[in-house]
Structures are given as C-alpha cells and as structure tokens.
C-alpha cells in the first residue's frame, strides 16, 4: 500500500508540475446523465450496438382499462404487432392475451418497471394507470397512491430514459371555480376529487420535468369517453356508456345525473386518434404540453332522446346519485380545444347522432330497431 501511494503522488505532481515544459495532460471526461431519482445501488451499465429501426417501441401502463386495449390495437397495425406492449396488474382475457405482447407491471414497484423499460428498450410510454373519481372517492389512500406515487415512478423512468411520455388528463382536472363553458387551456383549477387533484399535479409535474430535464411530455385532457367494448369503470360520466348497454338489452335505462347536467364528451376512436396524432406531432408545432381536446357537449336528456329516435320504447328513469351529480356540477359544461385544432390539427370524426348510431350498431341492437320499426 505505501508503494501505490507513493506512485500516485508522484503521477500526481507529473502531471501538475511536467518537467517536459509542455502542457499539463488533459484528460477527457464523460458525462454520465442521470434522472432526477439517485441511480438505485444494484444498477449496471453496458453499452449495446444496435440499429434503430423506424418505430417506436411503445408501453402502456393500465392497459386492461377502457382506453388501452384500443389503443394497443391501434398502434400495433401502424407501428407492428410486437412494437406495442401492454401491460396491467391484472389478467386479461384470452383474446387480449393472445392478440399481442402483454406484460404484468405494477407501476408502484419502480425497480420492475424499470427493468421492463430497459430490457424492452421502450422509447414511448403511455401512461393510463389510474383511479377515476367516483372510485377514487371511496377510497381516497389507493387512489393518491396510484395516481400521485405512481405518477412519479413513471416521470423518473421516462426522465432517465429519454422517453416520450404521455399522461391523460381529464375534465376533472377543473373545478367549480373554473370557467365552466366553455374551459379553456389555461385558466383557474381547484378539482374536488382526488382524481382531479391527481390529474392537476400530474400535468404541472410533467410540465416541470419537460422543462427542468428536457422531458418529452405529452397531455390531453380527456371529456368523458364513450366506448361500447368496455364497461363503465367507475366514471362520473360513466351513464353515456350504460345507457346503450341497457337500451339494448332490457329497454329501461335508470341515469344518476339531473336530465339537464351538460358534460363534454367523445367516442372512443376520436379520442384514440388523438392520442396518436398528439404523440406524433413534431415537437416544434407545440405550443404547450397539454391541451383540451373536445367533440360535442350534451346532457343526459339529450342523449335519451337521440337514443330514443332508435329505440323508441326506451324508458329513462333518473335516481340522483348525490356524490356523482357534486362532482359533475364542479367540471366543465365544454371544452375550448381550440389550441389542438390550431397547434396540431385536431379535428373530431364523431357528434352526437354518429355517436349514438354507431353505439347500437357496435352493441348489437339491430333486432331491437327493427322492431320498433
């Protein structure tokens, strides 16, 4: 030991002092970049030589919900089946199994989704893990983990990976303070649900980190989603969805919102679709990092009455849940997405009356329309 130590003192005093009289020696130094999250202790490094292909490699997180298997489904025929993986804690049903890559993660386990980022070498990640608000008021401690702490697991990953990141957000995200009609991009927000609460401090976060790190992140704010190939899953706006499903199949529809309650809303292939358009938008033709996105705006007595055109001996029945009907009565009548229409093109396919016949086509209920005729 005193050998290496005498060594070194005199490499050291060579290389401040060189009795050549030339330059002191330069050494070149790498820089390593690093996330904000210290790199765990059991990390390793290797560099791999690889040709990038033209695709992105793209995760879904919560993909079991209502968004994410069609989403997956999308992005599969345009960048390739095996590009896109979707992932979720629970187990999906055959057909999903078996239609492309599936993968369990846990967004609240940090090291598991980071080993799944870097063994798959993931360059897009979406982010639909979440509690929604009638379901995260009942259980306010799951949802602040899932949707604030896990928020943060997926920041970090995407930070230190040079991910492009997309995180939804919601209608929810406004308050009763809030312009309500229409909303615009920017204005006051003061959610009353955890679930808004979350959403707000997820587009603010991501925003930080975009511009703090250099982070690629990417937000629309959704109106309520109307699919017929998912339940509803807990949802405020949740009886746009039932409503068919009951006219179908037992001609009686029970809404738990007032008749006159105005929310805005979309279809499903709408909103899929600008997901894909926001994330492939050059970067340069943002103006912002997160928009309202919209498509109309209606009332639940709207709506029974374009369903009744269809069906109708539709009855609607209304048995106010007061818990919903608050936190409807605090969010946007419509949205101004003016700044997507203007930034990057947005334009929406579907209004109310392709909605609703698209709805009953999609769930099956020719039968039922033909004998009302």
Known sequence: MPVIRTLSKVAKQALLNPGCGCQPITVAVRTISFSPRQVTSDASFHSVSFSETDHPKVLITGGLGQLGVGLAKRLRKRFGNNNVILSDIRKPPSHVFHSGPFIYSDILDYKNLREIVVNNRITWLVHYSALLSAVGEANVSLARDVNITGLHNILDIAAEHGLRLFVPSTIGAFGPTSPRNPTPDLCVQRPRTIYGVSKVHAELMGEYYHHRYGLDFRCLRYPGIISAD???????????????????????????????????????????RATVEMMEAPADTLSMRTYNINAMSFSPEELAQEVQKQLPDLEVTYDIDQVRQAIADSWPMNFDDSNARNDWGWKHDYDLPELVQTMLNYIGSDSRISQAN
């Open 230 to 272: 998912s339940q509803p899953g807990g949802g405020t706006t949740d009886y746009a969805v039932a409503i068919f499903h009951d006219a179908v199949k037992t001609g009686k529809f029970e809404c738990n919102l007032k008749p006159e309650t105005r929310l805005p809303m979309m279809y499903i292939d709408d909103c899929l």
